[in-house]
């Protein structure tokens, strides 16, 4: 394996870990509605269905893994978001005074 076909599959990974992760959260209702995370998440799948003839027609490797990579890189800040929006609306933990 090469280089470049690590890299694509580190890429792959990632990407499918960050997916997977934001839909447990829709699935779990816990998505948080902010305009932040939306835009991202819109983003993201604008991406996504612009690149997926490129990735599917491409039979560069190098081009394909610059296209992971973006789209990587926007759901994992589409996840971080939804994330840090979903800390921020839950209530503080209450715990007794030591």
Not at 35 to 53: C, N, R, V
């Amino acid at each position: 394996m090469n280089s470049d076909e690590a890299e694509m599959r580190a890429a792959v990974r990632e990407l499918a870990d960050a997916l997977e992760t934001m839909l447990n959260l829709i699935k779990a209702d816990a998505l948080p509605t902010t305009p932040e995370a939306q835009g991202l998440l819109h983003k993201a799948g604008t991406f996504l269905d612009e690149s997926t003839d490129l990735i599917a027609v491409s039979d560069r490797p190098g081009e394909i893994l610059s296209l992971a990579t973006a789209l990587n890189k926007l759901v994992i800040s589409a996840r971080e978001q939804i994330l840090d929006d979903a800390v921020a609306a839950s209530p503080a933990p209450d715990h007794p005074t030591m």
